[in-house]
């Protein structure tokens, strides 16, 4: 199946620093990449539809000047915690649509942010 | 977002036994319904999807039933196996969106 490669998997940062993450997919173009966010035991939640050459989607309640996202190219989107405090510690995973219409998403295997 | 409903939320069952979630949606525009199960620490991984025009779909030991009608669909894990034990995820979507249940603690004993 398709590849989807998120890095760092785990990140410690101390508070009002930024953390960057990237999503890749490997083996297929994305014209369309998803970030979420899930805390313990939660479900995801959408934070931002991210295309490429574009500006994000955020959902509502999501704050953009904190959650950057960039989706320069058709492999690689990132998205950047900027002045990240503990109320940002959770796990972060993004996902890739093919870019030929496809319903069928791949996810990244998530990064565990920790915010001191 | 419009919601999907899923229960239990968690489920404990024995080695062999067979391990039911069910979930149900609001949104009649929904047109995919796929399942993920989800390790400690990993990003979710498509286990099976069904579409509304189909009340059955089976893989191995993993049955989706659709109920169109009724707005809900269950994930019926038959033979369950200790290394079944994870959390799943319902979700439904239009297009690329999906929308997640809540997520179901799935333990098999052996």
């Known amino acids: 199946g398709a590849v989807v490669s998120q890095h760092p998997s785990w990140v410690i940062c101390k508070s009002g620093t930024s953390v960057k993450i990237e999503c890749r997919s490997l083996d297929f173009q994305a014209t369309t990449m998803f970030w979420y966010r899930q805390f313990p035991k939660q479900s995801l939640m959408l934070m931002a539809t991210s295309n490429e050459g574009s500006k994000a989607t955020y959902e509502q309640g999501v704050e953009k000047d904190k959650f950057l996202i960039n989706h320069a190219s058709l492999t690689l989107s990132t998205l950047t915690v900027t002045s990240a405090h503990p109320e940002d510690s959770s796990f972060y995973i993004c996902?890739?649509?093919?870019?030929?219409?496809?319903?069928?998403?791949?996810f990244g295997s998530g990064t565990q942010l920790s915010v001191l | 977002q419009q919601q999907v409903k899923q229960s239990p939320q968690s489920l404990i069952v024995q080695k062999g036994g067979i391990s039911i979630i069910n979930c149900a949606y609001e949104n009649t525009a929904f047109d995919y319904f796929p399942w993920y199960q989800q390790f400690p620490g990993k990003g979710p991984a498509l286990l099976i999807a069904?579409?509304?025009?189909?009340s059955e779909k089976k893989e191995g030991r993993f049955t989706i039933s659709f109920n169109k009608s009724a707005k809900q669909f269950s994930l019926h894990i038959m033979d369950s196996q200790p290394g079944d034990s994870a959390t799943y995820f319902c979700?439904?979507?239009?297009?690329?969106?999906?929308?997640f249940g809540e997520g179901t603690q799935l333990t098999v004993n052996p």
């Open positions: 996902s890739a649509t093919p870019t030929v219409p496809s319903e069928k998403l791949f």
């Open positions: 069904i579409r509304p025009d189909v």
């Open positions: 979700a439904a979507s239009s297009g690329s969106r999906l929308t």
